[in-house]
């Protein structure tokens, strides 16, 4: 058994901490739409203690995300794959804190990557060290910038990232494909359409991207299923780019919340993928083991 701590995972546009009893249950957790952009003046420390006020202070912190990152409260370099929870272990730092909490940053990966010459990722590689006893060797984290991740032996050998949900949130709210729409529902029906029609025809998207606006013009996609569409096209080609060298055959799990998965889970089965849900809670379980290999708890 181990010790009870709070695991933090501090990304871009987001805070979550969860208290993390010995057994590695989640007693309390906390959100907050405080991400590291949110964090003025560099003031994470008071920014932490504040999401953390009335947690027992003596708690070790695991810190992971973009809290390392160069825009964030300490940068640290990255590992490079493959990799596991024993190497992430090895680059911790520790960071004592004006009000005796202690924190322990975990860093996050890199990989060569013969197309983008480099590729990196910060807390997914935490998210699929907590899911390594699912027996997948294929993971997707969906999000700002969504990863594809391969595993063999425990360690992390191979992902790659796409910049989905920033060019969603882009194109939604920046171009004049946005203009025609009205809400963000979720239309399952002209999402299949935008996913099968980027499944057809991948290296088509920018072409495909102006149909957003075609066919709101004359009203074949109505307004308020204009944006489900949009993102049926961009994770359709998404779906397409990342399944080209990989196995077909092998179980995919899909990290993330309920809403953005089930939409990946959607357009994987269209393209004839075995896709599953996985915990959405995986990376308390990753820093948990990240940890325990550190000697932290």
């Known amino acids: 058994m181990t010790r009870p701590f709070i695991a933090v995972d501090w990304g871009t546009t987001s805070f979550r901490a969860y208290h993390v009893n ?15 952009l949110a964090v003025k003046d560099g003031a994470f420390e008071q920014a932490l203690e504040t999401h953390l006020r009335g947690w027992d202070i003596g708690l070790p912190v695991v810190a992971a995300g973009m809290i390392t990152s160069r825009q964030g409260w300490v940068e640290l370099p990255y590992v490079d794959c493959p990799a596991g929870p024993k190497e992430l272990a090895k680059a911790i730092i520790t960071k004592s804190l004006t009000s005796g909490r202690t924190v322990h940053f975990s860093t996050g990966l890199h990989m060569k990557s013969e197309s983008l010459g480099h590729d990196v990722m910060r807390s997914e590689e935490t998210q699929v060290f907590g899911s390594l006893n699912s027996g997948a060797a294929h993971f997707v984290t969906p999000g700002t910038h969504s990863k594809w991740i391969d595993v063999e032996d425990g360690k992390i050998v191979r992902f790659e990232t796409y910049v989905t949900g920033e060019s969603f949130a882009l194109y939604r709210n920046h171009s004049i494909l946005g203009r025609l729409m009205t809400g963000d529902g979720d239309d399952k029906a002209a999402f299949m359409r935008g996913v099968e029609k980027a499944l057809a025809d991948p290296a088509g998207l920018l072409h495909s991207l102006f149909s957003v606006r075609s066919l709101g013009l004359y009203n074949e996609v109505g307004p308020e299923a204009l944006s489900s569409y949009l993102s049926g096209l961009l994770i359709g080609a998404e ?13 995919y799990l899909v990290l993330a919340s309920s809403g953005i998965a089930s939409r990946y889970l959607r357009a994987m089965h269209m393209a004839g993928l075995k896709a599953e849900m996985g915990d959405s809670l ?3 379980a990753g820093e948990r083991l990240i940890a325990e290999a550190a000697g932290i708890i």
């Open 282 to 284: 995986a990376i308390v």
């Open 22 to 36: 010995a057994d590695g249950g989640v007693l309390d957790e906390r959100r907050s739409s405080d991400g590291i």
């Open 239 to 251: 779906v397409a780019h990342a399944t080209k060298q990989r196995k077909r055959d092998g179980l």
